[in-house]
């Protein structure tokens, strides 16, 4: 069975700081890897995916994450965090792409400093 | 574009009353998902559509959940009876197709409160 740790339930940043959040997978095969934002009273929505190719992907907002496959790792970095992203970061792995659904982390709670 | 809609936003029902939440996903995408939200569990894949056939409903938690798709446009998710445990914010999320690659949009989810 798959699985997703996000072993931070909460992180404080600075504005202007440097952010990495980190995403642990646990999946049979080649895992597709998503992390999605969610504002407060809102749905989800995507901040960037892996499937293959180039380790290094880059998504909307300034975000990007790597995959690490020797680290089962997905971490998600951003160089200058903004008040805006304050929010709850969630980690998901998906077999198929996500289309038969997806595995969702318990998610990371984003507070940033003034 | 709308995105995915969901009704009612909020509910709240006395326990053992049943509750009916409903999704209407992207026009043209032929995927629907429901997902619970609770602290505890977080998110969780309740059940999911493929061309309006339920293709997996192995989330559901228990007898007392049952998801329908009429048409394409159109799901409800029903509770009966429903119980304090249910409290949770619930989503439907939809995609445009059951290929791979595809990015599941969510809707704004259903608050719902059982007292």
Known sequence: AQSVTQPDIHITVSEGASLELRCNYSYGATPYLFWYVQSPGQGLQLLLKYFSGDTLVQGIKGFEAEFKRSQSSFNLRKPSVHWSDAAEYFCAVGARGGADGLTFGKGTHLIIQP | ?115
């Open chain 2, 1 to 115: 574009d709308a995105g995915v809609i969901q009704s009612p936003r909020h509910e709240v029902t006395e326990m053992g009353q049943e509750v009916t939440l409903r999704c209407k996903p992207i026009s043209g995408h032929n995927s629907l998902f429901w997902y619970r939200q609770t602290m505890m569990r977080g998110l969780e894949l309740l059940i999911y559509f493929n061309n309006n056939v339920p293709i997996d409903d192995s989330g559901m938690p228990e007898d007392r959940f049952s998801a329908k798709m009429p048409n394409a446009s159109f799901s409800t998710l029903k509770i009966q009876p429903s119980e304090p445990r249910d409290s949770a914010v619930y989503f439907c999320a939809s995609s445009p197709d059951r290929a791979s690659y595809n990015e599941q949009f969510f809707g704004p989810g259903t608050r719902l409160t059982v007292l």
